[in-house]
């Protein structure tokens, strides 16, 4: 192998090690998803759930891909499928909604107004922290919030920033934090409620469908070593010729 070839090579490692140092975006569609379908656990990473107040304290349970049609609330003219949650019946909510000024009360100490009024929160956990998240709605929704928090359970003091299209009807929930410290994120309306159709990110890659598949950094280490074992070996043999 030629120096340039080696040096080609070497680049070549080097550009695969900083990519897998580097986070990289992944976004959480609904609507690839069947109506119906249980997708809180369905990602490598992040895990969603549905977040309410009982008496006891949090209660968790499953979050659905939720199919529409135009004529529902928080669908666009596409039937856009929504995240939502469901009742022991069955019946399907899309809606996160919370009562203003008890929330963030209730994050922090459990008492009775927390749960005698309904109050349903989308829950974003993460295994490994991001410093954004953003909840895209196709549909204006009333005083959406979100809470984040780091791995130790500390409420972070970052306030969302909304964007709305008026051209569109659609809006965006943004949470960023330099620290890159965001574990956990609750979302709901303040006072109000939410409706969420995709969710993006910062994280290693999701290994299930229907993300973009980035290659683990284990496997572009793998990669890295067998091509530098090529190059060392087709060099050897260079030699051994000589």
Request: a negative charge; charged letters at 20%; aromatic letters at 6%.
């Given at each position: 192998m030629t120096s340039k070839s080696w040096l080609a090579m070497s680049g070549l490692c080097l550009l695969l090690a900083m990519s897998a140092a580097q986070p990289h975006p992944i976004t959480i569609d609904a609507s690839s998803y069947a109506p119906g379908a249980v997708v809180g656990g369905a990602y490598e990473g992040i895990t969603l759930s549905h977040v309410t107040f009982t008496e006891t304290g949090l209660q968790t349970s499953a979050v659905y891909a939720l199919g529409c049609t135009p004529e529902t609330r928080g669908c666009d003219a596409q039937g856009t499928a929504m995240f939502g949650w469901q009742k022991a019946n069955g019946k399907a909510f899309t809606s996160w909604n919370s009562s203003a000024g008890l929330i963030s009360d209730c994050l922090q100490q459990h008492h009775?107004?927390?749960?005698?009024?309904?109050?349903?929160?989308?829950?974003?956990?993460?295994?490994?922290?991001?410093?954004?998240?953003?909840?895209?709605?196709?549909?204006?929704?009333?005083?959406?919030?979100?809470?984040?928090?780091?791995?130790?359970?500390?409420?972070?003091?970052?306030?969302?920033?909304?964007?709305?299209?008026?051209?569109?009807?659609?809006?965006?929930?943004?949470?960023?934090?330099?620290?890159?410290?965001?574990?956990?994120?609750?979302?709901a309306g303040n006072d109000g409620y939410s409706i969420v159709n995709r969710i993006s990110y910062n994280g290693a890659a999701a290994t299930a469908a229907p993300t973009t598949t980035v290659p683990?950094?284990?496997?572009?280490?793998?990669?890295?070593?067998?091509?530098?074992?090529?190059?060392?070996?087709?060099?050897?043999?260079?030699?051994?010729?000589?």
């Open positions: 009775a107004d927390c749960y005698s009024q309904p109050q349903h929160l989308l829950e974003v956990t993460f295994d490994r922290a991001t410093d954004f998240i953003q909840f895209d709605a196709t549909q204006v929704t009333d005083s959406p919030w979100a809470w984040a928090f780091d791995a130790a359970g500390n409420l972070l003091p970052l306030t969302p920033t909304l964007t709305i299209d008026s051209l569109l009807g659609h809006q965006s929930l943004r949470l960023t934090s330099n620290e890159g410290n965001i574990s956990r994120v609750l979302l683990e950094p284990e496997t572009l280490a793998l990669m890295m070593i067998g091509l530098i074992g090529v190059a060392v070996t087709t060099r050897l043999r260079r030699r051994t010729h000589k």
